[in-house]
């Protein structure tokens, strides 16, 4: 009997997070203000603690996790990997599927991993308290969770849609002493604007990051600031850990290399832990195919232009060079939340626009088809989001049967799916309907950037 799960000691995880910026063969175009002109990281100062924006900035390959971070983060890492043996079985492929199991995490994704990290750093700057937006719930359950452990306040505006839909990660947050509140709500000014134009918004992730902005930024003791679960450099980074741990438990299980890396994108964090340390073995010449996938609903890499765009709905972050649909953009109600993002991390889009990572989008009843076998074979429930991993793992495996081939897949387990029942009750009833975004919807949202920068497409050529 083959091993279905690889562990890694506690002595072995990595100590240092990966960093992409390092090796990307093309530059990264820098954040712009107001103004056009690139920000100055002083700039961020009231949004984010400066050891924080340093390390938004930094270029350096390596970055040394300390030792307090690694402390909370072995309350359940390092991660499983496993094997899943009877979904290969039954799809009667040569393939090997490798997954890394991040919803042992006690919020039950990988967002612990850099909110853990952000709530320390904050509290050693001195900062007293965070504020933050979530999607599905997931983000503001990962920030409570830390900021309860390390002695932060924390306050979490979470988008309406998801409020209604799952009342219970709100209850969540509460029990880790975070304060909850759906978004647009009347306790902004952004948030009190949107709600005039559309009182019957189902908010989106932009709204309630705009909300979360200006709380942090506002409150004049200066005591506040704002962190976020996705797209910057910084959050990426502190999510390489997943890779970096899959790499070596990959080397205990005999396999050289995975053939191809998959993780589901919302603002790209999961997909970059898993993916940016065999990026970079791409990059240092490895065959490997790299895939992450979104919803067809909200297709920012298969859809949307490489431009400057805000990160939120108000405009009150920089604009970053990304893939995006229109930072007004408000996806569809469909059940995986946390992929509900106009924008894409800047890391993740010029990795994207160097042809180094291929992406691809699902509907969301395939997804919910493919969560439906993972259950009935490998038994776990997988939050809405991580199933578009698992759909595109199985037509990889699929396509190993078909042509005889004996691939390594290893995908990112994102989260579990406990908390997200509803969704699956629906598909169970056939109240889910497949959507795509009609292609005048996206641009009528892009409409709006015309007057922006140009965000240049360089690449090398090579991928
Ligand atoms: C938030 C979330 C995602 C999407 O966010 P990324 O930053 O793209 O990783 C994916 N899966 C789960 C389970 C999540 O909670």
Not at 217 to 246: P, W
Not at 278 to 295: A, L, T, Y
Not at 421 to 445: C, N, Q, R, V, W
Request: aromatic share 8%.
């Amino acid at each position: 009997m083959s091993d279905k799960k690889i562990f890694l000691a506690e002595k072995d995880i990595p100590r240092q997070w990966y960093n992409l910026a390092a090796d990307l063969p093309s530059p990264m175009q820098p954040p712009l203000g107001p103004d056009g002109n690139p920000i100055k990281p002083e700039m961020l100062a009231k949004v984010f603690p400066m050891n924080i924006i340093e390390q938004e900035v930094s270029t350096q390959r390596w970055i040394d996790i300390p030792e307090e971070i690694l402390e909370i983060l072995t309350l359940w890492r390092p991660a499983p990997l496993r094997r899943a043996f009877f979904l290969e079985k039954y799809l009667k492929t040569p393939a090997r599927i490798y997954y890394k199991d991040e919803s042992t995490s006690p919020a039950g994704s990988h967002k612990p991993n850099t909110a853990v990290a952000q709530a320390w750093y904050n509290k050693k700057f001195g900062i007293k308290r965070l504020t933050t937006e979530t999607g599905a719930g997931q983000w503001g359950c990962a920030l409570a969770f830390a900021c309860n452990l390390i002695g932060l306040k924390c306050k979490v505006y979470m988008v309406r849609i998801s409020f209604d839909q799952k009342p219970l990660r709100k209850i969540m947050m509460q029990t880790w002493g975070s304060e909850c509140v759906a978004s647009p709500s009347n306790e902004t000014h952004s948030g009190r604007q949107i709600l005039k134009e559309m009182p019957h918004t189902p908010g989106s992730l932009g709204i309630a990051i705009s909300e979360a902005v200006e709380d942090a930024v506002s409150d004049k003791s200066g005591n506040s600031r704002y962190s976020l679960g996705s797209v910057l450099n910084h959050v990426l980074l502190h999510q390489t850990i997943i890779g970096l741990e899959a790499k070596k438990q990959l080397k205990i299980a005999g396999e050289e290399k995975p053939d191809v890396v998959i993780g589901c994108v919302g603002g790209g964090s999961n997909f970059a832990g898993i993916a940016f340390p065999f990026v970079c073995d791409k990059i240092h010449g490895e065959d490997i195919e790299i895939i992450p996938v979104e919803p067809t609903a909200c297709p920012t890499l298969t859809k949307g232009p490489f431009t400057y765009d805000f990160g939120d709905t108000a405009g009150l972050t920089p604009l970053l060079p990304m893939f995006t649909l229109g930072h007004g953009f408000v996806p569809e109600p469909i059940h995986a939340g946390g992929l509900r993002y106009h924008g894409m991390a800047p890391l993740v889009s010029q990795a994207a626009v160097e042809g180094l990572i291929s992406p691809r989008a699902y509907d969301q009843i395939k997804c919910y088809e493919a969560a439906m076998l993972w259950a009935r074979t490998e038994g776990t429930i997988c939050a809405p989001e991580t199933s578009h991993a698992i759909a595109c793992t199985i037509d990889e495996a699929k396509k190993c049967a078909k042509e005889g081939k004996e691939k390594v897949i290893l995908f990112c387990y994102s989260g579990h799916g406990l908390m997200d029942l509803a969704g699956y009750d629906k598909f169970l009833t056939g109240k889910l309907t497949a959507y795509s975004m009609p292609k005048h919807k996206i641009e009528e949202s892009l409409c709006k950037l015309k007057k922006f920068p140009k965000a240049k497409k360089v690449k090398t050529g090579k991928w």
